[in-house]
Antibody, heavy 121, light 113 residues
């Protein structure tokens, strides 16, 4: 059974940094595209970024709103995914979800429980 | 970027009655490989999203057969044949045919009358 567990959220000041982790189990991370999605309080879902699988050289893509500030990485030996967030803004306040290939085929659509990031002074 | 527009914003339904949610894209979602990457997600109050449908009409494992997806090109629909109390929540469509970025619809809140 696929499980995704995020951690690392918390309160950070504007301009600060935070690193989120996502521990994956039940599948081999290197085989899969993985996504980060966020949800601001009371708002809808916003795609943050994606890392392709090993076969596609782990290429990453980002939403315009986070490009240049956020970086997705993975450690396949730990079966873990990461989201490094720098130069945080108040508008980055959201629950951040790690997800498995949300737009793909029969494998995919898996979500973690989310971790809350609050950017405030 | 592909814009996804959902309607209605809010959908009050009577238990046991059908419900229908529309999702329109600003351009055709047919990928160059011939597939159409349109998914539907359910988010119950206080929970993470859950995918119900992928590639327009394929139900994910464990999804009740009262949920169905249809459509093509730029026009897509999620139908619930008979609404149950556990179906309350917000429903989102997502396109993955032309990315980056992947884009979600704004959401449709389903509630019981």
């Amino acid at each position: 059974e696929v499980h995704l567990v995020e951690s690392g959220g918390g309160l950070v000041q504007p301009g600060g940094s935070l690193r989120l982790s996502c521990a994956a189990s039940g599948f081999t991370l290197s085989d899969r595209y993985m996504d980060w999605v966020r949800q601001a309080p009371g708002k809808g879902l916003e795609w943050v970024g994606r890392t392709k699988n090993k076969a596609n050289s782990y290429t990453t893509e980002y939403a315009a709103s986070v490009k240049g500030r956020f970086t997705i990485s993975r450690d396949d030996s730990e079966n873990s995914l990461y989201l490094q967030m720098n130069s945080l803004k108040t508008e980055d306040t959201a629950v951040y979800f790690c997800a498995g290939d949300i737009s793909g085929g029969s494998w995919g659509g898996y979500w973690g429980q989310g971790t809350l990031v609050t950017v405030s002074s | 970027d592909v814009v996804m527009t959902q309607s209605p914003l809010s959908l009050p339904v009577t238990l046991g009655q059908p419900a229908s949610i529309s999702c329109r894209s600003s351009q055709s979602l047919v990928h160059s490989n011939g597939n159409t990457y349109l998914s539907w997600f359910q988010q119950r109050p206080g929970q993470s999203p859950r995918r119900l449908i992928y590639q327009v009409s394929n139900r994910d494992s464990g999804v009740p057969d009262r949920f169905s997806g249809s459509g093509s090109g730029t026009d897509f629909t999620l139908k619930i044949s008979r609404v149950e109390a556990e179906d309350v929540g917000v429903y989102y469509c997502l396109q993955g045919s032309h990315w980056p970025p992947l884009t979600f619809g704004g959401g449709t809140k389903v509630e019981i009358k």
